[in-house]
């Protein structure tokens, strides 16, 4: 499908990229992405995928904006606290790309319902803030075959890595949850705004990268950005053989 001239100079600085182009380019207008969460790191991960014309995306979330969010969570706005969360991606997106098609899920993802709303989808970002989320689609994206970009804020510090398979899935990494106390909440220890605008613009990048077919994933190695100290560092990761996430699969 050809572009419209609003289209060519919408997208001018994706399509004169070699790596990109045109056929790049179509290749985002015809993907669908999925997030889980429309938070500190969903807001800037969606922003820059309505921004980069991927053609629809899937949030989920059955939270409201509260006023607390808004330090991070750039998606939503003042005149839209109490608001779904959902709902006011919805808005916030048509403002920036109406090309977008935006899939409002208003619940939470459950075992239940984890394998609909995946299946739909092309690729996956996770955006979550709990362990039993991320092990669930973890598992639910190794069953579907479905790329995961999965990303975790904290204080100063996030972690990105890329799961699928025939790599290292999120079990193989954390084959265990922290102890308590080990990984508070940021409500508890508190989190720095930009941050989640750093680590979610990074699962955008990964994820139309993997739409594109174009550079190298974050499959195998786990990024650690440490932002009181502006240092970046990535870590090799394995895959377990034993691990009953996603052995089967890797077999």
């Known amino acids: 499908m050809a572009f419209t001239d609003e289209e060519l100079?919408?997208?001018?600085?994706?399509?004169?990229?070699?790596?990109?182009g045109g056929p790049g380019q179509r290749k985002l207008q015809a993907a669908r992405v999925l997030c889980?969460?429309?938070?500190?790191?969903?807001?800037?991960?969606?922003?820059?995928?309505?921004?980069?014309?991927?053609?629809?995306?899937?949030?989920?979330d059955d939270d409201h904006v509260s006023l607390s969010n808004l330090q991070r969570q750039v998606l939503h706005a003042t005149d839209r606290v109490d608001a779904p969360k959902t709902e006011s991606a919805r808005a916030a997106i048509a403002a920036l790309n109406p090309h977008v098609s935006v899939e409002a899920h208003a619940e939470r993802?459950?075992?239940?319902?984890?394998?609909?709303?995946?299946?739909?989808?092309?690729?996956v970002l996770d955006g979550s803030d709990?362990?039993?989320?991320?092990?669930?689609?973890?598992?639910?994206?190794?069953?579907?075959?479905?790329?995961?970009?999965?990303?975790?804020?904290?204080?100063?510090?996030?972690?990105?890595?890329?799961?699928?398979?025939?790599?290292?899935?999120?079990?193989?990494?954390?084959?265990e949850r922290p102890a308590a106390g080990l990984a508070p909440s940021c409500a508890e220890a508190g989190v720095l705004g930009a941050l989640a605008g750093v680590m979610?613009?990074?699962?955008?990048?990964?994820?139309?990268?993997?739409?594109?077919?174009?550079?190298?994933?974050?499959?195998?190695?786990?990024?650690?950005?440490?932002?009181?100290?502006?240092?970046?560092?990535?870590?090799?990761?394995?895959?377990?053989p034993d691990c009953p996430a996603c052995a089967r699969f890797n077999a």
């Open 109 to 123: 993802l459950t075992a239940e319902n984890a394998e609909r709303l995946v299946g739909g989808y092309d690729v």
């Open 36 to 60: 889980i969460g429309a938070g500190g790191l969903g807001s800037p991960a969606l922003m820059y995928l309505a921004a980069a014309g991927v053609g629809t995306l899937g949030v989920v």
């Open 130 to 175: 709990n362990f039993d989320t991320r092990y669930l689609l973890n598992a639910v994206c190794l069953r579907l075959d479905r790329p995961l970009v999965a990303a975790a804020i904290g204080q100063w510090e996030g972690q990105l890595s890329v799961y699928r398979r025939g790599g290292p899935c999120f079990a193989c990494v954390f084959p």
């Open 200 to 240: 979610g613009a990074l699962q955008a990048a990964e994820a139309v990268k993997l739409i594109v077919g174009t550079g190298e994933s974050l499959s195998g190695r786990l990024l650690l950005y440490d932002a009181l100290w502006a240092d970046f560092r990535t870590v090799t990761t394995k895959r377990r």
């Open 9 to 20: 100079e919408r997208y001018a600085r994706h399509i004169v990229l070699r790596e990109i």
